[in-house]
């Protein structure tokens, strides 16, 4: 009896190990604690130097320094930030290349009736950040959103908004602006880029356009625009006395343009969640929040499943006014 009572413990003492062993030795654990062993590519489908492009970097840095490998950005511009986009879906599994997405990724599901990808080839990993726009005019004497809305009254003089062009976030928004106070006369002008909106805006040749706080600063800290209110839930410390679209009586305007790290679906489920979790504690380092405070940008740091839920939120929001206006870009 002792005999086999000895053997017995060794038995299930053996099974316990191997057990054990199994775990740790499991592709998904191993993928865990091994990752990243070698460079990771975060791909950006837009120009070096832009603000998508710096907060990329600046979170990047961080990263390789926080998990012991370079992260290294590479611009992939084009298409709407479909050639970058691409890139990354029909990219290995493996935690090796990520994207960098901004609002247009989650519009061009509704803007193209085709794409060379499918929301299903892409993984959300972590929002990384919201940024408050502000809608800003040069006309003269209006120096409130509700100055704003009774100019855009008069049938006989159509208000007119800018954008960097059609389907973009300062299009869309101006649509649901329009829509939300009421201005039904008001038309958009598209213009090829945020530099040419902006020259009409300054010379006054068109009425109010939404942007980002800190391509407007300038402009409106030389008195040549002024800020009628942001787009965040509350006042940008970058501009105290503009109100938020909340305070003026626009709930339903509050928006942001915002910032995130996808990869290739079926990436395992260890990589995307060690990267999620190192993502949220870089995003608290106080160099990189003052960074972004720079450019009116606050950091997020979101879970994998919340920034999904923010990515459904957005698709279904603007695809309505994709789809009221009947805008494609095929």
């Known amino acids: 009896m002792n005999t086999l009572f000895k053997f017995g413990g060794i038995t299930r003492l053996l099974a316990t190990l191997t057990a054990t062993w199994l775990l740790a030795t499991s592709p998904q654990a191993f993928a865990d604690t091994a990752y990243p062993d070698r460079p990771v590519r975060v791909v950006v489908p837009y120009p070096a130097g832009g603000n998508t492009d710096i907060i990329a970097r600046e979170v990047a840095k961080r990263l390789s320094v926080k998990l012991g490998q370079n992260f290294i950005i590479d611009n992939k511009p084009g298409a709407n930030s479909i050639i970058g986009t691409e890139a990354v879906a029909k990219a290995a599994p493996d935690g090796y290349t990520l994207l960098m997405a901004i609002g247009a990724y989650a519009n061009n599901f509704a803007l193209y009736k085709k794409l060379p990808y499918a929301r299903s080839d892409l993984a959300p990993v972590s929002q990384l950040t919201n940024t408050s726009l502000v809608l800003v005019t040069g006309r003269p004497g209006i120096t409130s959103v509700k100055q704003l809305l009774t100019s855009g009254q008069d049938k006989n003089a159509p208000l007119t908004f800018a954008s960097s062009g059609v389907g973009s976030a300062a299009h869309l928004l101006g649509e649901r602006f329009s829509r939300s106070s009421g ?123 919340d920034f999904d839920k923010f990515l459904i939120s957005e698709s279904d929001v603007n695809g309505k006014v994709i789809k009221a206006l009947n805008i494609s870009l095929d």
């Open 183 to 305: 201005m039904t006369s008001t038309q958009h002008v598209a213009y090829k880029g945020s530099a040419e909106a902006v020259s009409d805006l300054l010379a006054g040749r068109v009425g109010y356009m939404f942007d980002a706080v800190s391509a407007m600063g300038a402009h409106i800290k030389s008195g040549r625009l002024t800020a009628l209110a942001v787009t965040g839930g509350s006042r940008s410390p970058l501009l105290p006395e503009a109100p938020s679209m909340r305070e003026a009586g626009y709930p339903d305007m509050v928006a942001y343009a915002w910032s995130g790290l996808l990869a290739p679906a079926k990436t395992p489920k260890a990589i995307v969640d060690k990267l999620a979790l190192t993502i949220s504690e870089v995003l608290k380092d106080p160099e990189l929040v003052a960074k972004l405070a720079s450019i009116s940008t606050d950091p997020v740091g979101s879970t994998p499943a």
